[in-house]
Structure formats: structure tokens, C-alpha cells
């Protein structure tokens, strides 16, 4: 299939990235971070989680967050929301679309969500249906869609029986997520392959985390099924909660470096997303890992002192 000509980059640093740092993060550096991503052109931005603090405590300052941030007009705001309390929170916070997260593995669902598959989405009906009753937008992660950290091995099948349910309940998008980035391209190809008879190609996205370093391999061979969706978190924050040993989300600055060089238009300025990565890590004194990135500031720096 000829690669598709644009692409929609849905920055996910604030929530997947930052959800998974040891210390707290402090509200206004998330809501900084959010004002500079969206001014950078992201027309979706992944903001905040209205989950159990319990669970989750680096995500317990959601709706401060979402009062905090400057709207930008067109940007998609997005939140994860796993049950009803958790809808809730997202409408009084005005976001612009929720995300129910379920898993194509039963040991994970557990894990992340201390309930079935099958009860998921048994949960996740009446949260969906209050999401179109207030016209807000739906997207369904399907989290380990490549590969389990308890079960192992996902079949195709698994992945897209969720698929099929989170259609039922009336997702707009639905994410293909390699929660613990072991996916290889032939497996992404597979994958895409089955679900793009299930749900429109169109509507589906590529979400890979880094951790065996095949992401940007597996976003290429995503795009070759036409995919034309994908998640990234600027200078590779994260990791999952659930999910040990798992490194964060495909960087967005090597992503973008990645569409700039095939001609694929993002919408994203790249330099000012490489200062952003800058900026976050430093804020949160974490190595920077994306290697655009570095490489790209070093270059700005350098050049920014042969001129002075
Ligand atoms: P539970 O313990 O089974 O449910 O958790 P519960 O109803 O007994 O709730 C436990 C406590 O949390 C109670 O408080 C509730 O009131 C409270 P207590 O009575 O003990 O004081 N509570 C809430 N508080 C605030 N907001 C809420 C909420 N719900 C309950 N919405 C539950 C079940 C689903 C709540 C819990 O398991 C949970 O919050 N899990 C979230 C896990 C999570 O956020 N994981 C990371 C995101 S998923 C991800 O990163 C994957 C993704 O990136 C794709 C990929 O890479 O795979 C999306
Ligand atoms: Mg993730």
C-alpha cells in the first residue's frame, strides 16, 4: 500500500510518560508542558488520566491540570477514563475525548484493571454511552496487542475480538498498543492486517513503546498497512505502572524525524518539539532518550554558539 501523505501524531508524554515517573510530578510542570505541546502544532493531546489515585498517584492532579492548561482552538484534549466515576471527572474537566483501556490479555486486564476482559467492557458500556450522550469522543486502547509481560504470547484472534467490542460500544479511534514493546514489524503487519477488516484503517492507530528498540521499524510497517494514526511521547518518557521493565512510548522527536524524512506532514514543528524534550527532561531530571532529539540539539547548540 503507498504510504499515506499525512499522519496524526497524538502526543502521549503527559499521561503515558508521566504516569509512570517515581517522584510526583508537579501540576504546572504538566500544564506547561501541555501549553508548549500544543503550541507546537499536536492536534491531540493525551492530558491526564481520571483513574483511581490509588492506583495511579502520579495521575491524581487531573483536573487541576485540565483547569490549568490554554486551550488551543482544534486541539483535541484527551483523557483516560476507566469507569463511570472516572467519565465524571473528564466532563467536569471539559475534555474532548476519553479513552477506555482494555487489554487483549486476561492477565493484564487484571493487572491494570483488577477485572476481566469480558467485565471491562461490561464496565466500559455505560461510560461510552455517556460519552456520545454528551457528544464527546471515544477512543479504546487495546493494550498488549503485541505481547503480554504475564501471558507472553497474544493471538491475533485475542486482538481482535477487543477490537470488535470496542467497535460495538461505538469507539471513534481505536489504539493497537505494544504496551512492552516487543512487537516486530512482521507481527505489527499481522496485527493490522486482521484488525483493518474489523474496524476502518483509518480510524485505527499505531501505539509502541520502545523497549526492544523496534518502534520505529514497527510505525513503518504500520504505515505500510495504512495506518495513519500514531502515538508518541516527546524525548520518550515512560514506561507502564503495570507492565515491569517496560520502557516509554516511541520518542515523538525521532517519529517525526522519521515522517519529515518520507515526506509525511505531521502539522509539528520538530525544532520546537526537540526544546520541548529538552525542557521536560530537564524539568524532571530524566535522561532524554530520544535520539533525534539529542541529536538535534546538540546541532542547534553548536551552531548557536559559532554564531554568538
Ligand atoms: P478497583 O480497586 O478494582 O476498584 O480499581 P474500586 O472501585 O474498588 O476503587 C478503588 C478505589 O479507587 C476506591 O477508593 C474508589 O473510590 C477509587 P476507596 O473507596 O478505596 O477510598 N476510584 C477512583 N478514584 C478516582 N477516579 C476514579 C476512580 N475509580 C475508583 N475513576 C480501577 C479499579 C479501574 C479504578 C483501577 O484499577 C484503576 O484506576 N486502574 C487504572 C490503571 C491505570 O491507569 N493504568 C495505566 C493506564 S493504561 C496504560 O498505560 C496503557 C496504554 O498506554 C496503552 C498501552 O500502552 O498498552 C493506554
Ligand atoms: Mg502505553
Redesign the pocket.
Known amino acids: 500500500m503507498a504510504l499515506p501523505k499525512q499522519v496524526k501524531i497524538v502526543e502521549?508524554g503527559p499521561?503515558?510518560g508521566l504516569?509512570?515517573e517515581k517522584d510526583f510530578v508537579p501540576t504546572a510542570i504538566k500544564i506547561e508542558l501541555i501549553n508548549r505541546l500544543s503550541t507546537a502544532g499536536f492536534r491531540n493531546v493525551?492530558a491526564a488520566?481520571?483513574?483511581?489515585?490509588?492506583?495511579?498517584p502520579q495521575?491524581?492532579d487531573g483536573a487541576d491540570v485540565m483547569a490549568g492548561i490554554e486551550r488551543r482552538a482544534g486541539t483535541i484534549y484527551s483523557v483516560?477514563?476507566?469507569?463511570?466515576?472516572?467519565?465524571?471527572?473528564a466532563l467536569a474537566a471539559r475534555a474532548d475525548e476519553i479513552?477506555i483501556?482494555g487489554?487483549a490479555s486476561e492477565a493484564?486486564s487484571q493487572k491494570?484493571?483488577?477485572?476481566s476482559i469480558a467485565e471491562?467492557i461490561e464496565?466500559f458500556a455505560p461510560v461510552a454511552a455517556a460519552a456520545k450522550e454528551h457528544q464527546l469522543r471515544i477512543r479504546g486502547?487495546?493494550?498488549?496487542?503485541l505481547g503480554c509481560p504475564y501471558q507472553g504470547e497474544v493471538p491475533v484472534a485475542s486482538v481482535v475480538d477487543v477490537v470488535k467490542r470496542f467497535a460495538a460500544l461505538g469507539c471513534d479511534e481505536i489504539?493497537i498498543?505494544?504496551?512492552?514493546g516487543v512487537g516486530t514489524p512482521r507481527r505489527t503487519r499481522e496485527v493490522f492486517e486482521a484488525v483493518t477488516q474489523v474496524f476502518p484503517r483509518e480510524r485505527l492507530s499505531g501505539?509502541f513503546?520502545d523497549t526492544y528498540g523496534q518502534a520505529l521499524a514497527n510505525i513503518y510497517a504500520a504505515l505500510l498497512e495504512g495506518v495513519e494514526i500514531f502515538?508518541a511521547s516527546v524525548a520518550g518518557l515512560?514506561g507502564?505502572?503495570?507492565?515491569k521493565g517496560?520502557t516509554g512510548?516511541v520518542a515523538t522527536e525521532d517519529v517525526l524525524y522519521l515522517m519529515n524524512g518520507l515526506g509525511i506532514e505531521t502539522g509539528i514543528d520538530l525544532a520546537q518539539v526537540v526544546e520541548i524534550g529538552d525542557f521536560i527532561s530537564n524539568a524532571i531530571g530524566r535522561p532524554n532518550v530520544s535520539r533525534a532529539g539529542k541529536a538535534l540539539l546538540a546541532k542547534a547548540r553548536s551552531e548557536a554558539n559559532t554564531c554568538a
Open positions: 502521549v499521561r503515558d504516569q509512570n493525551e488520566s481520571f483513574v483511581s489515585p490509588k492506583w495511579v495521575m491524581a483516560l477514563t476507566p469507569n463511570l466515576r472516572g467519565f465524571e471527572g479513552v483501556f487489554a493484564f491494570n484493571i483488577n477485572c471491562s464496565r486502547s487495546v493494550s498488549c496487542a489504539d498498543a505494544d504496551t512492552i501505539h513503546h502515538h515512560g507502564c505502572p503495570y507492565a517496560a512510548n
